[in-house]
């Protein structure tokens, strides 16, 4: 089991930035092993995968964010990150955090394949 903690959600003006953050609590040997995502959703949208980074640290963007967000992982601290820089209105939602099974890569990491997930921290861009 891996419970997932965001934090570093909050309200920003379009152009400033936002690092947010995802605490796993999981054994400091096995987050590594961990593919993760981060997701968002707007009120009255779907769900979107924005970025994903696999065990080996490999990346993928979804394309409206490309440029703009940056994904990465501390498997020291068991810690996933999402730095957001130039923020955008259309950014705004609740962002999640989520991880697959071990030792697994989703298929298409931006659409899904994961099992587990945060409760989400909110991004307001006005």
């Known amino acids: 089991q891996v419970q997932l903690v965001e934090s570093g959600g909050g309200s920003a003006q379009a152009g400033g930035a936002l690092r947010l953050s995802c605490d796993a609590s999981?054994?400091?040997?096995?987050?590594?092993?961990?593919?993760m995502g981060w997701f968002r959703q707007a009120p009255g949208k779907e769900r979107e995968g924005v970025a994903s980074?696999?065990?080996?640290?490999?990346?993928s963007y979804a394309d409206p964010v490309k440029g703009r967000f940056t994904i990465s992982r501390d498997n020291a601290k068991n810690t996933l990150y999402l730095q957001i820089n130039n923020l955008q209105p259309e950014d705004s939602g609740t962002y999640y955090c989520?991880?697959?099974?071990?030792?697994?890569?989703?298929?298409?990491?931006?659409?899904?394949?994961?099992?587990?997930w945060g409760q989400g921290t909110q991004v307001t861009v006005s």
């Open positions: 989520a991880a697959a099974r071990t030792l697994y890569t989703p298929t298409c990491p931006l659409r899904g394949g994961y099992v587990f």
């Open positions: 999981t054994s400091l040997r096995t987050f590594n092993l961990y593919a």
């Open positions: 980074i696999d065990s080996d640290g490999g990346t």
